[in-house]
Structure formats: C-alpha cells, structure tokens
C-alpha cells in the first residue's frame, strides 16, 4: 500500500507542530473533559446501578451497552457528520450527552430509564468521534499534522483506560454517584463551550466538496455509505482498523480468570488490562516521534500483519512477568494505525470523510464488544491461556489475509 517512487515525500510533522496549533488545542482539551466525562459515567452509573439492584449483571451491562449502539448510529447517523457544519454537530452532541447526564443524576430515575439515557449517549458517541476525526482535517490539513493529530486523540483515550478508572474509583470514594454524575454534566458543557468559542465555524462538509454526481445522495438516505463501500480499497482499509482491535481485546476481557488461574491476584488482573494500552501508547509515540511518514507507511503492514502473534506464548501459561511483555508487544504493534491513517484519508472524497469516519469508529467499537464477547464465549469450554493463544494464532492468519487484500488494492 506504499506509494509509488517517485512520488513526492511527504512534509514530517510533529507533536509539538500539532500543539501549535490553537483551534487543536481547543478540540484537544474538549476532547479529554468530554472522555473524562465518559469515564466517570460509566462508573458512576455502574456502582449506582449496582446499588440499586444488587445486581452484577445490570451493573456490567452499563458497560456492555456502550458499545452496542455504535453499529446502529454508526449506519443510520453517520452522514449527520457532513449534512450540517462541524462545529454544530460537535456541540450539539456534547449537549445532548450533558442532558443524558443530567437526567440520570435526578433522585429516583427508576434503573431502565438511567439504561437507556446511557443508550442515549452511547448513541451520540461515534457521531462526535467522526465529525471530530474529520474536523482535524479541516484544523490540521490533509499532511503528516492529521496523522499526529489523531495519534494524540488516541493517546489521549489509551491514557484514559490507563487512569481514568482508576481516579474515577478514588472519586466515588468521597462522592455519591448521582453527585459524579454532575460532574460529568460539568465535563460536557465545558467540552461544548471550548468547542464553540476555540473553533472556527465552516460549512457543511457536502456544500463545500466538489460536486459529483452522487453527491446529492450524500445528505439523505445512504447513497453516501454505498459509496464508500464500492470502493475496494476503502473496504479493505476500514477492514485493517477494525480487524486486529477484534483479537487485541479478548485477553482483557479474560485478564480476571488468567490472573486467577497463574496466582497472579486481582493487582495481576489489573496489570494485565494495561498491558496492551500500555505497548499502544508507546509505540505510537515512538513511531509519531522518531519515523518519518514515508517510514511509518512502510512498516504499516508488517507490524499489522505481526502484532498479534506474541499472544502465542500464552500457551506455555506464562507467568505474570512474561505475559505482561508480551501483551506490551501486541499493544505496540498498534502503531501500523497512524500509516493506514495517512492511506484511509487519501482514499475518501472530501464529501464523504464525515461519514467515513465515523463509519470507522462505529465499527472499530462494535468490533471489540463482540471480541470481547467471543473471547468470553470460548473460555466457557477451552483453557484460558489456549483462548488467549489461539487468538495470537487465528488472528495473526486473518489479518495477514487482510494486509494481502490491502496489497492488492492499493491505486
């Protein structure tokens, strides 16, 4: 999927270059009050449900169902993020999520209706993500800044997995959920007034792109998605994002019982979930920091068709002190994102990179849920470190499978 030689090289950005900018760094600081948010809803309303009920499944669930609706909006909702201006949709959404927020912070919300005002935000989510993933082309221009720039997104949400439980725990420790949850009101309006006063309003994505003759299916119904997915090369991109996410999940989901089953206790648990954020944050810094763009689209596809296959050394039953480094390797791996990224918006027509992008978060987290869940599914009948090895395995094939089909589709 390289580009051909004589191509021109492209302009290296940097971090530092992408923090420079100030209309991204508004869009970067509404980006970690809006996930802050996240974080301490989702806990909040886990514990409240939880005490609600005493049930440990409604108060999984809470968890569970933010990720289930992202296939539905990410179908019905995705051209929402080019039929109105940015900005618009990116308030509106946080707005949207403050009021969910709101709602279920008032004394006496009965459990269904605090599920389904979390179904609401969940719901709103990878429309904000890709009208906001779309957005930093406009901020940033189409060059190396867009690639860091979601690369620093990215960090931003590992980062939060890493810590963001944890604090949100430490919260709940000295305030009732319903008083968190008003704290998560708080992280949305002040996300909705950075994005409103630090950005700058432009039109809807369609009425500026060139026109095209299928343009005018673009804002209704899906002609847009159709589109998009004709387009073999854009298929098989949107299939490398999602496919090893699919596999890279499932020893988190199964962290508690391989901890368990090795001695390793719940603290061995823990350190076992963040063994692949970890690696991922790692090795995108490092890939963003020190290789040039042409070198980062160079090892895309063999870090992507590799990064799976430390997970096979989960068949000796390692110990926490070898299972951790090999979990930091699959995470590092990760780092093939920021070439495919460079590839996937030079793909999609500037009409479609709302709905593209969104299309590719929706399904990214729809991905993972059903990992987790097929992980989980497994480990009911065969060993947990075979699960966790056969995923290295299987996943290792399907997404070489994968990197052969974006081989073959490269313009």
């Not at 082309?137 to 990215?154: A, C, M, N, Y």
């Not at 065969?382 to 073959?408: D, N, Y």
Request: contains cysteine; positive net charge.
């Amino acid at each position: 999927m390289t580009a051909a030689t004589d191509a021109p090289p492209r302009a290296r950005g940097s971090y530092a270059a992408v923090l420079a900018v100030r209309e991204f760094r508004a869009v970067f600081a509404a980006h970690l009050l809006s996930l802050l948010g996240v974080v301490v809803c989702e806990l909040a309303l886990s514990v409240l449900v939880f005490r609600l009920t005493g049930s440990p499944l409604l108060s999984a669930l809470t968890f569970a169902l933010g990720f289930l609706p992202y296939l539905v909006s990410g179908t019905l909702l995705s051209g929402v993020a080019d039929r109105f201006p940015a900005r618009r949709v990116l308030v509106v959404c946080d707005l949207l999520c403050a009021t969910a927020a709101a709602v279920m912070a008032l004394p006496g919300m009965p459990v269904p209706a605090l599920l389904a005002l979390r179904c609401v935000s969940a719901l709103v989510a990878p429309v904000f993500s890709g009208t906001r993933a779309a957005t930093l082309g406009d901020v940033l221009g189409d060059g190396d800044l867009f690639v860091l720039g979601r690369s620093l997104i990215r960090l931003v949400s590992q980062g939060a997995q890493l810590i963001g439980f944890a604090a949100g725990g430490l919260l709940l420790t000295v305030l009732a959920p319903r008083t968190a949850l008003v704290l998560t009101v708080t992280g949305f309006l002040a996300s909705a007034a950075l994005l409103r006063l630090g950005t700058r309003r432009r039109s809807a994505r369609v009425r500026r792109a060139p026109s095209a003759p299928s343009a005018p299916s673009v804002p209704g119904g899906p002609g847009g998605t159709r589109r998009l997915l004709a387009d073999r090369r854009i298929r098989a991109l949107t299939l490398l994002v999602w496919t090893p996410p699919f596999f890279l999940v499932v020893p988190e989901a199964l962290a508690a019982p391989y901890a368990d089953a090795v001695g390793a206790g719940s603290v061995g648990a823990g350190l076992l979930m963040c063994g692949t954020p970890v690696g991922a944050v790692v090795g995108e810094v490092l890939a963003g920091t020190l290789l040039s763009p042409r070198a980062r689209e160079r090892v895309a596809l063999p870090a992507a068709a590799l990064c799976l296959l430390p997970f096979t050394v989960f068949a000796w039953r390692p110990p926490l002190l070898w299972a951790l480094p090999a979990l930091v390797l699959v995470g590092a791996g990760m780092l093939y994102t920021l070439g495919v990224d460079r590839w996937f918006v030079d793909a999609v027509p500037e009409e479609l990179r709302g709905r593209a992008m969104t299309l590719q978060v929706s399904g990214l987290m729809t991905v993972q849920g059903l990992g987790m869940a097929a992980g989980g599914a497994v480990a009911e009948w065969v060993p947990v470190h075979w699960v966790i090895a056969g995923t290295g395995a299987v996943g290792a094939l399907v997404t070489g499978l994968v990197v052969r089909w974006v081989r073959s589709a490269r313009t």
